[in-house]
């Protein structure tokens, strides 16, 4: 029979549990990262000052080669600034929500491809600035999993405060749109930091087939005491 009862040992060790699977779930999502997009260009690199110093006798070709590798050597440093950019919070105290989400959505842009729309309707009121920065956790990771998996060329974000009750829509155009059935089924049973975050604020995230991509939404309401 289900035990409902725990006791105090008890619950500590299951939120030591999930709090570890957690934490090993980040360090393994930031390897995969560091492993599939810094390392292997900066193999590629490595691939051409082998060419470089096969060519070193051919001008032309070295000068190619150099073109070739300031490029890539750009997109390395974009690929750096992009998983810094996930470890490192976006700090502006005293500004508004709406501000440190636009100034997010800024950071996040890719030259080139992944434009970020953001757009916010309704006062904001004050509350809970905890829950203020796991709302602006929860909207970066959204848009990373946008340009990361689902290769999103446009990513929209639209805030709407209703009295006490904010509503956040993220809708991309990525390539999950031709196979939402499966995408949807893996983001539901996935057990990481924006469902932990998610289910602190008591703002369940719902996903569904957007216009052209992924949609994602959530509602949080503010407390009279300031909390969700």
């Not at 957690?22 to 390897?31: L, P, S, Y």
Request: aromatic share 6%.
């Amino acid at each position: 029979m289900f035990n409902i009862f725990k006791t105090r040992a008890e619950l500590e060790s299951e939120i030591n549990r999930r709090v570890l699977e957690t934490t090993d779930q980040i360090v393994a999502e930031m390897g995969a990262d560091l492993h599939d997009d810094l390392i292997q260009r900066l193999s590629v690199l490595r691939l051409y000052l082998d060419r470089l110093d096969r060519a070193k006798h051919d001008p032309a070709q070295a000068d190619a080669i150099i073109t070739s590798m300031n490029a890539d050597f750009l997109e390395v440093v974009e690929a750096v600034r992009r998983i810094s950019r996930r470890l490192m919070p976006v700090d502006m105290d005293k500004d508004t929500l709406e501000a440190r989400i636009h100034t997010l959505c800024q950071n996040m842009e890719r030259p080139g491809g992944g434009t970020i729309h953001f757009s916010q309707t309704g006062i904001e009121p004050a509350f809970n600035e905890k829950d203020a920065m796991h709302i602006l956790r929860i909207v970066q990771e959204l848009i990373n999993n946008a340009l990361k998996h689902s290769s999103a060329w446009h990513v929209t974000i639209n805030l709407n405060w209703s009295g006490n009750q904010l509503t956040i829509d993220v809708e991309d155009d990525g390539t999950a749109f031709s196979k939402i059935d499966g995408f949807l089924s893996i983001l539901y049973k996935k057990k990481n930091t924006l469902r932990m975050r998610s289910d602190m604020l008591k703002a369940p995230i719902v996903y569904s087939q957007g216009k052209r991509g992924l949609h994602a939404n959530f509602t949080y309401t503010v407390t009279e005491d300031g909390n969700s």
